[in-house]
């Protein structure tokens, strides 16, 4: 008889441990991604190689930045990739590398090498060269050739 109420006690126990489980899971997963990922756009503008960056979430749209001068890797060309999952980096991404990723909080922090310039993509601001710009929708950026792009 004692032992059915360790079992029925232990059984209530586990539910409850499943249950509560389950919420904190969901509400932290919904945390994490609710924001969605960073949307960047490879592609040419006016035959000069540029990235356009969005972010519906952040009301953050239509950010571009054009490397003048640089080598375009075909004739029309244009890739838009989301960065909401994980790699290893650095690894091979139109236009040059990303060397940094975090989503662990979508849309994360990800960092760009394109051209010989760093592109940090932080919810906050953006950063080229270490230098913080602040976000503006529809705004272009062009961003001279480096000594290392050449």
């Not at 000069?48 to 930045?65: M, Y």
């Amino acid at each position: 008889m004692k032992s059915d109420r360790l079992w029925n006690h232990a059984a209530v126990a586990l539910a409850a441990a499943l249950i509560i489980y389950t919420i904190a899971y969901r509400s932290i997963e919904h945390r994490r991604v609710r924001n969605g990922p960073w949307q960047v756009t490879f592609t040419n503008a006016s035959g000069q190689p540029a990235i356009a960056i969005n972010e519906p979430k952040l009301a953050i749209t239509n950010v571009q930045i054009v490397f003048p001068g640089e080598a375009l890797p075909g004739t029309n060309f244009s890739r838009t990739l989301a960065f909401d999952q994980p790699h290893e980096v650095p690894y091979d991404i139109p236009l040059g590398k990303c060397i940094f990723m975090d989503t662990t909080f979508l849309p994360g922090t990800i960092v760009f090498e394109l051209f010989g310039h760093e592109i940090q993509l932080i919810p906050r601001v953006l950063t080229i060269d270490k230098k913080e710009i602040a976000w503006r929708s529809n705004a272009v950026i062009t961003l001279p050739r480096t000594n290392s792009s050449r």
